[in-house]
């Protein structure tokens, strides 16, 4: 279904406007208040923490971690989100690698990387579908790591019947325009423990003149959270929609043997986001330009490569240009290591990358998504025919 803004809206933001008070304010009749308690419930979390964005509250659930000068944050490697959110406090991001079929963190590669400089992972369900969120759990309980979940494009998103987000210490939702539930721009962190949730609020919300620890003003306004109350109430029809979408693509190359369709696994429940899957052509014979070629000849709408390449092959990482510094973070003199990026650090996500062909579902009418389908189908053919 189309994305709608309409009288429940109105009638939110309307009660802001009459209220006077547009900023935040932590009572029990704000909106932003409302938001978070009707969003914790819907997820199953016992706190809602609203923010400007899911990147601040990724920084955020940084700050709160103890992670910083010195200590390592384990993250993945296909979107650098995580691995921005550790640099923001100057400390390491560590990257894990991923699961072919998934394109999700490996549990054995988390492992193979805790140091004693580990302090926190940040897991990315990425694209609609959950990590193996109990096992990766159950290593940073073993090894006292703070778990942040990334939740940006999984609002609906289950494994093994516990919502995204819910797993980790702390779990952060995008509500940006192309997300599940949009207002704009905004976000959500969730919790289940109340310590993190006083410190949330009393540290830097201004519950005082001044925060105990290095923290920022990720606060969100009364007005976002007004829209984010009313598409609450709305998002369960959007899922539904983008989720037939993404079957419907899904089933487009069922019978492809050089197109391989993301594996979701019996314990997860995958919503519609971005419909991906992994070019396996080089090894049917088949060339990779040229089925490019045919896709923008035919004017199928599908990205290839997504980045190209990993987060650390990335100047922002591999040479500290975060902070125009040379040493920072990974050459500081607070951080003895020899740990450093090179080509072959996540070798599952190197040859994952660039194979990886993906479309948006998120706002495409479903007639549009038909057509793509059918597309798909056609490219198929042409591709196989040379």
Not at 9 to 37: A, C, I, P
Not at 197 to 216: D, I, V
């Amino acid at each position: 279904m189309a994305r709608v803004f309409g009288d429940l809206e109105l009638q939110y933001l309307k009660e802001v406007l009459d209220s006077g008070r547009l900023g935040w304010y932590h009572e029990e009749n704000s909106m932003t208040t409302r938001l978070e308690e009707a969003f914790a419930k819907k997820v199953g979390a016992k706190f809602g923490i609203t923010r400007n964005s899911c990147m601040t509250a990724l920084a955020q659930a940084v700050a709160v971690s103890g992670a910083g000068t010195g200590y390592e944050v384990i993250c993945d490697p296909i979107v650098h989100f995580g691995g921005v959110a550790a640099l923001e406090f100057n400390a390491v991001p560590r990257f894990a690698d991923v699961k072919y079929d998934t394109y999700l963190m490996d549990p054995d590669s988390v492992r193979a990387n805790i140091s004693d400089k580990t302090k926190a992972l940040i897991v990315t369900n990425l694209w609609g579908l959950c990590a193996e969120l109990d096992e990766i759990r159950e290593i940073c309980d073993e090894h006292d790591i703070f778990m942040i979940e990334d939740c940006a494009h999984n609002m609906g998103s289950y494994w093994k019947g516990e919502h995204a987000g819910t797993y980790g210490d702390l779990g952060c939702f995008s509500f940006q325009q192309g997300k599940h539930l949009p207002t704009g721009d905004g976000g959500m962190m969730v919790t289940d423990r109340e310590d993190l949730y006083y410190k949330l609020y009393h540290e830097w919300a201004f519950g005082g003149e001044s925060p105990a620890f290095m923290t920022l003003n990720f606060r969100m306004n009364e007005m976002t959270a007004a829209v984010g109350l009313a598409q609450l109430q709305r998002v369960d029809g959007y899922i539904e929609e983008y989720t037939q979408s993404l079957n419907i693509l899904n089933e487009a190359i069922a019978d492809c043997q050089w197109l391989r369709n993301r594996h979701v696994p019996e314990e997860a429940v995958q919503p519609g986001y971005i419909w991906t899957c992994t070019w396996e052509g080089d090894k049917h014979g088949l060339d990779y330009d040229r089925f490019k070629e045919v896709c923008q000849e035919i004017g199928l709408p599908v990205r290839f490569g997504f980045t190209g390449a990993p987060a650390y092959a990335f100047d922002i990482f591999k040479v500290t240009t975060a902070y125009r510094h040379p040493e920072c973070p990974v050459r500081c003199p607070f951080y003895e290591s020899d740990y450093r990026y090179h080509e072959g650090l996540c070798p599952v996500a190197e040859d994952l990358i660039p194979r990886l062909v993906a479309s948006g579902v998120v706002e495409a009418p479903p007639d549009e998504v038909k057509k793509r389908a059918d597309l798909l189908r056609e490219v198929i053919k042409i591709t196989e025919r040379g």
